[in-house]
């Protein structure tokens, strides 16, 4: 019981940084989105998209993909 205690608690420590990184992600989305740089927000979603399967935020991890998939077939995408 005190091992997975530990593992329980290392891992809602790893979300919690997570989730603080997520709003430095949005906002580096917004920004390479806005200087065109496809390349730049395909990568960006691609990983933001595998951390939040990761971390047990399906819907998150979903978007994510979408914006890629918009991003890597030309398709107008708004990270916002």
């Known amino acids: 019981a005190g091992e997975r205690a530990l593992v329980n608690a290392a891992l809602q420590a790893l979300q919690t940084r997570f989730r603080a990184r ?4 949005r906002r580096a989305l917004a920004e ?3 200087a065109g740089d496809t390349d730049g ?4 979603a691609h990983k933001l998209a595998g951390a939040a399967g990761t971390f047990g935020f399906a819907s998150l991890s979903q978007a994510a993909m979408m914006l890629e998939d918009q991003v890597a077939f030309g398709e107008a995408a708004d990270p916002q």
Do not use: E, T
Request: glycine letters at 10%; one cysteine or more; a neutral charge.
């Open 22 to 25: 997520c709003a430095g992600d």
């Open 32 to 34: 390479l989105a806005a």
């Open 41 to 44: 927000v395909r990568m960006l």
